[in-house]
């Protein structure tokens, strides 16, 4: 028999990870990989930190050179080389050196597809053309970007888009002492959070000195400005383009590949194409959501990885299982960690799921130790049935942890009642005795067994508005410190001797620091036989966040007096 | 209806647990938690802290006091009051104020036993009472030992037993300036942890300045010094106590309550004692671990929580469930935090249970972010069913979220394989593409899948004592820096062209930096026809922890040159 063939179109993460697969499998293979750009197996998330210096060698991005591959695993990588066609009945590759435009044949018996997705860059943006355009994909582009900056001394830099990589270059930009501007079309950033929580990290953004662009777009760049479709002028030296990255899908179209309702290149189990012998992998395909069951596009490095060794175990007759994805994540903004697992309200509400959510927000380690910070952890699950759906946490420290806990449970398909009780490692160094996803899973029980009501804060201002009747349930001393301004301070620990000043004739909701106290204060009012008692879920912590960036954004009447 | 009448023996995890869930149930209840000491609801597991100076305050480890318990929850929590006798007929307690010595009665409903664990003192130790000897228990221990150290000028302090107490109260006394000696009967300390990753937490002691003693016990206390078992003399102007605790059940045993075979209080699944309307909770308490389905204890503070938790539940007619305990436990200790969860080789063999182990040594970040360390995982699964069953990590930082990933898969009943594709959140900033327990999966499921063999570092010594053919696979400037002594420098990179140096009669061991480079070259070599190949999982980063504490504390050969 002869040795088999295997040709892989792109040398990053799908691809690097299929070659060393399929070498791992068979020594006698021939494995070959063709990649457009000058370097191959570079870590695409670590982009960003070149351009705020933490790595202070773009080069060393590059995780392995063709040579350490030739040299390790007798794989053969070649840069600089664009597939431009394939022929799926001779099973050859005709490939493109993109320096000197040598047209080389290539024979296979598997052809791996890894193309990746291209920032999306619209046309109808007048200027998208301009040199002082840039998008963040390769090591080329962020050696780019960083000569253009040094050279023409750029001090203002306006990124486009704030998902991930929007965010994180503009975290970069500004500790490299730039003057950034974030442009976003939605009403909030990071779409894989919802409102409430992208208002803490907005207020992030602002608070390191971020000129934040909600709702609005940009429609012509200019040497010094950009102007957007407000009308806005924003100055800026630079544009780096992060709205949005498209499947690479042309090669594959060109022979026939079949693409699926996304646009990307639909797979089957075994990450086979509608071609024979030709499989894809990575972020050009289109993968199931394990929650929704619907199709979706996701560009991460793990799912790629997998996703490229699965392929070639099958083509090695390995028994593989492709259970879809939920879509992990976490980001670190300034001193704020933001991570996220499976579905947000949005996705919820979008596939008509019936769904409920609870946030909490206790401390990362046990308050009696130094450096103690709030994590911000919200959990949404299925009604009534009791799934974990998803997660969102925010803090400086724990929050990866906490979503990594929810998105294994997930996994797992675990219930929040498995949540509860959920064994984790305590000491006060590393978390309090009950974990944040514990508490939150104790009160989403609560919600299920409909133990009492809740609001959350998004909706105080509205409560205020409407003249609603507020608890503070906090100590004197901290309601002196700030408060909504309609609040009655009835602290949890005298509410039992001032009963009379509770209505029973409209609603009254109860807030405290973090929750903890109203709920306990709800409890009892409840078990007393007031029915009219709802919890402000997430409580002064929360609101105080959530209600400051929109003080410092809106001519709106600020609701909490210490930031009067 | 008259009120429920609820009384709680022991003020601390469990107890204040059992009393504040109760008035969330009941806003009526008679609540009264009676405390032998004179502080409740204090965090025990911080106390060490206050040694170190990490918590200036120790009374600040009280995170409540009677006054609020009283204001906030209207429960009545009575110190320096101990129960001393029930009448379970009569249905009520005989409380002994410790300060005066009156003797009151109060009826309960339902009684709450969460008496929690003594430290042992053994009375055959001689000097065992003498006033320089002490235990960490409450913030009274920890404010006696800071006093009778100051007052006395105390610059050696012996720490007899090497258990997660000993271990922190030892790093505390380190960073408070004293000379620390640690005494461990068995032949490792941290006996949740098998002897190889032990030998890891030995060398970070030892590198700590701390003086270990091994195998050895304390046979007797003078002034200044201790003996023990092997002889020798120890200086020691005081000594801490930790060699264990053993469960409070003298109350118990008194008014009839059965014990199960660990000694500890027996209770049936919504922890009633075998007295009717007596509930026992916490470290007193018999508990049954998930994994082994046999009766152990279990002194951790969210277990003791839940269970509090749970019992009231109960009281109220709320369905429970109790799966029994994993265990997940975590320490930090100078710069090396050690974490684990289910059951070590250990807990496997004195169970008879068939099962295999890989240990990973990934990396907690991408490698070219600035403060990467590496996380030292072990995952022990059951052969050949492929259940996860425990694990263990080592490391600066993130080995709590590896070992809260795998104690949630535990929980699940995850199998390896599920475990390979666990989609967990990531950055360059948090961790690895794959995470240290993905990589440990994916290794372990090569095992399940007899792909190929491998020996763990601790047979490393053997080996080389009986001449075996150990390959280095690393590049030739890291053999350089440093290798096993009798190893053959071939590189990944050079093998191809070598293979003539490697034998085919007999064995033949391969290691380089992490298992990773040799586990390519044993699969490649594997696929080559070679059936003589056997990783050593581990590899040298693991061997030199492992061997270099040996070194220092043995007068056998050293086995690594950089460490001659």
Redesign the interface.
Same mark, same amino acid.
């Given at each position: 028999m002869n040795n088999k063939k295997i040709v892989i179109v792109g040398g990053v993460?799908g691809g690097a990870s299929a070659a060393?697969r399929a @070498?791992?499998?068979?020594?006698?293979a021939e494995i070959t990989m063709f990649e457009k750009g000058p370097g191959i197996s570079f870590?695409n998330?670590?982009l960003p930190?070149y351009l705020g210096g933490? &790595?202070p060698d773009a080069d060393? %991005?590059i995780?392995k050179t063709p040579e350490?591959f030739q040299?390790?695993?007798?794989i053969k990588a070649i840069v600089n080389s664009e597939v431009v066609d394939v022929d799926p009945l001779e099973k050859n590759v005709r490939v493109k050196n993109t320096v000197t435009g040598e047209i080389t044949k290539t024979d296979y018996d598997e052809l791996i597809l890894s193309p990746g997705a291209k920032p999306i860059m619209p046309q109808s943006i007048k200027g998208i053309d301009k040199k002082n355009v840039f998008s963040v994909r390769n090591v080329v582009d962020i050696k780019n970007i960083q000569k253009y900056l040094t050279d023409n001394k750029v001090k203002s830099v306006a990124v486009i888009g704030g998902g $991930?990589i929007g965010l994180?270059v503009c975290e970069n930009l500004v500790q490299s002492g730039k003057k950034v501007s974030l442009i976003e079309a939605n009403s909030h950033v990071l779409g894989t959070i919802d409102d409430d929580f992208a208002q803490i990290v907005q207020k992030n953004l602002y608070d390191n000195g971020v000129d934040l662009h909600l709702e609005d777009s940009l429609i012509e760049i200019f040497d010094d400005h950009i102007r957007l479709r407000s009308g806005i002028e924003v100055k800026a030296n630079a544009v780096i383009m992060a709205i949005g990255v498209s499947p690479e899908t042309e090669l594959a179209e060109k022979i026939g590949c079949k693409l699926g309702v996304t646009g990307a290149i639909a797979v089957n189990q075994q990450y086979e194409t509608s071609v024979p012998n030709v499989y894809a992998v990575g972020d050009a395909i289109e993968v199931t959501n394990r929650l929704t069951r619907k199709k979706t596009k996701l560009s991460?490095? $793990?799912?790629a990885?997998?996703e490229a060794r699965d392929a070639i175990d099958h083509i090695y007759k390995r028994p593989i299982?492709n259970?879809g *994805?939920?879509?992990?994540? *976490?980001? !670190?903004l300034f001193d704020l /960690?933001v991570?996220s697992?499976g579905l947000n309200e949005n996705d919820c509400q979008k596939n008509g799921f019936d769904y409920r959510f609870v946030t909490v927000i206790p401390q990362n380690r *046990?308050?009696?130790? =130094?450096d103690t910070s709030p994590i911000y952890l919200k959990l949404i699950f299925s009604y009534p049935s009791g799934e974990i759906l998803g997660a969102q946490a925010l803090g400086k420290s724990g929050v990866?942890?906490q &979503?990594? %806990?929810v998105?294994?449970?997930i996994?797992? !398909?675990?219930h929040i009642?498995?949540l509860? !009780?959920?064994?984790?490692?305590?000491? =006060?160094? $590393?978390?309090t005795?009950? /974990?944040a996803v /514990?508490v939150a899973a104790l009160v989403a029980e609560n919600i299920l067994n409909g133990e009492y009501e809740q609001i959350p804060v998004t909706k105080v201002r509205q409560l205020i508005e409407k003249g609603a009747f507020i608890i503070d349930a906090r100590e004197p001393d901290e309601y002196a410190n700030g408060h909504i301004v309609t609040s009655k301070n009835i602290p949890?620990?005298?509410f @039992?001797q001032r009963l009379a000043e509770i209505p029973t004739d409209q609603k009254v909701y109860i807030h405290c620091q973090s929750s903890q @106290?109203s709920?306990?204060m709800v409890?009892?009012l409840n078990?007393?036989g007031y029915t009219n008692i709802i919890n402000i879920s997430g409580s002064y912590l929360e609101l105080c966040e959530y209600e400051y960036f929109k003080d410092q954004t809106t001519d709106r009447q600020a609701i909490v007096t210490n930031y009067l």
């Open positions: 993460g060393a @070498r791992r499998l068979d020594e006698m870590s998330c670590s930190y933490l &790595i060393s %991005i995780l350490q040299k390790q695993y007798n $991930f994180e991460l490095a $793990f799912p990885q997998m299982e259970h *994805v939920i879509g992990s994540q *976490v980001i !670190h /960690n991570a697992t *046990v308050g009696i130790m =130094p990866d942890k &979503i990594d %806990i998105a294994t449970m996994t797992m !398909h675990g009642s498995e509860t !009780h959920l064994e984790l490692c305590y000491s =006060p160094w $590393f978390s005795a009950k /974990n /514990n949890l620990s005298q @039992r @106290r709920y306990n409890r009892a078990n007393l």
